[in-house]
């Protein structure tokens, strides 16, 4: 086994919440992770500390050009075991996000390792009632005092642990109301769009204010070159169900490529579904509703989990999915997914990574 990380023992834990009636984001654990990095040390001083507040300065490049990214993954337990969900995944894409910003690629093996401790430090924590996790938020942001743009010197790396329930509040298959953004876009050509990147969430709430007002849970993104093709909602990656086909917009350099996104596409296969990664204009998905062959759609996200949309609005046209009902291959991919993260179902993909039992 590997060597114990340091832990910077907590004088005072917390009581614990009412795992009951746990929300989305709002609590955090007793303990996070932080690793520091500086052109001549490079990634250094990894260490457990207490959960806090933090000092930075004041002109931290961050703060004032957004040079940040951050990641999203869950723990669960089952059976007195805790087990992370594909955390690997989540690794490989915080560098390729880091890489974007040109920011210092970190080792995802130790990374992982010490996501492990912090979670196994933590680990009553970890709530298990139905549509509940341990949300784990990785964030990497520039530290640097100095105002001039260029990549930062300085860096820091924190990982903070939340026990949640359902991203959208209440029950996790509450269908969705959907607003198609056409006058704001996400991401362009050769931009951002790809990477996990603090500034696409801050560019993407104005129009979620504005959709929230309206009534709606979130906005439908569209491409940012002819505002036609669909790509994304707010926090999840958008799937069709057509023709009985599993269908999601292709990666294109402007989708987030998302670890449930993929994870769903392996598993619709394995449950003997067609699936394809395509272009889908808007145009296209009205009139495949209009003829019935567009029966589901549906969101993933990690926090998001499988979300299904019960109604789209594009322009004055509303339109209602599957009577505004969660359809069932929505409902199939959800039991199995949430079934194999639990542990409730067989991992026979290999998803599953237990966090062992450290001696301290
Ligand atoms: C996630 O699904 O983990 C996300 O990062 C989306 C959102 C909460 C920002």
């Keep these: 086994m590997s060597e ?6 907590s004088p005072e834990l917390k009581e614990k919440p009412d795992f009951s009636q746990l929300t989305f984001g709002e609590i955090f654990t007793d303990y996070m992770l932080s690793f520091e990095y500086s052109l001549d040390q490079g990634w250094h001083d990894l260490k457990i500390i207490p959960y806090g507040p933090i000092e930075l300065s004041p002109a931290a490049q961050s703060i004032h050009y957004g040079q940040a990214v951050f990641e999203g993954l869950k723990a669960y337990k089952h059976d007195g075991e805790v087990v992370l969900f594909r955390p690997e995944e989540n690794f490989k894409r915080i560098n390729q996000s880091l ?10 093996a130790l990374l992982l390792e010490g996501l492990k401790q912090l979670v196994d430090v933590d680990r009553e924590w970890v709530p298990d009632g139905e549509g509940q996790s341990l949300y784990i938020r990785p964030t990497v942001f520039a530290t640097q005092g100095v105002l001039g743009v260029h990549p930062s ?8 642990l939340s026990p949640s329930g359902s991203y959208y509040g209440g ?18 050509r050769g931009g951002v769009g790809f990477a996990k990147v603090a500034g696409n969430y801050a560019a993407s709430l104005l129009a979620q204010a504005n959709a929230n007002q309206l009534g709606f849970d979130q906005v439908l993104w569209l491409d940012g070159v002819e505002q036609k093709y669909v790509e994304e909602v707010g ?13 999601t917009p292709s990666l294109n350099g402007s989708i987030l490529p998302g670890i449930t996104r993929k994870t769903v596409l392996e598993l619709a296969e394995s449950l003997g579904y067609e699936t394809e990664e395509r272009r889908i204009s808007i145009e296209e998905l009205y009139e495949l509703h209009q003829s019935g062959a567009l029966t589901e759609v549906f969101g ?15 322009r004055d046209e509303e339109i209602v999915i599957n009577n505004n009902e969660t359809g069932p291959v929505t409902q199939k991919l959800y039991d199995h997914y949430t ?5 409730k179902l067989e991992d026979p993909h290999g998803w599953r990574v237990v966090v062992p039992r450290y001696d301290r």
């Design 153 to 160: 010197h300085e860096y820091r790396l924190l990982i903070i």
């Design 300 to 314: 993933t996200g990690t926090a998001a989990v499988i979300s299904p949309v019960g109604t789209l609005q594009y």
């Design 339 to 343: 079934g194999i993260q639990s542990g």
């Design 235 to 247: 926090s999840m990656n958008i799937f069709f169900v057509i023709d009985g086909k599993v269908v």
């Design 4 to 9: 114990n990380i340091e832990l910077k023992v």
């Design 171 to 188: 029950d996790s298959l509450r269908t969705t109301k959907i607003y198609v953004e056409d006058e704001y876009v996400r991401a362009v």
């Design 99 to 108: 890489e974007r910003l040109k920011m210092p690629q970190i080792d995802e």
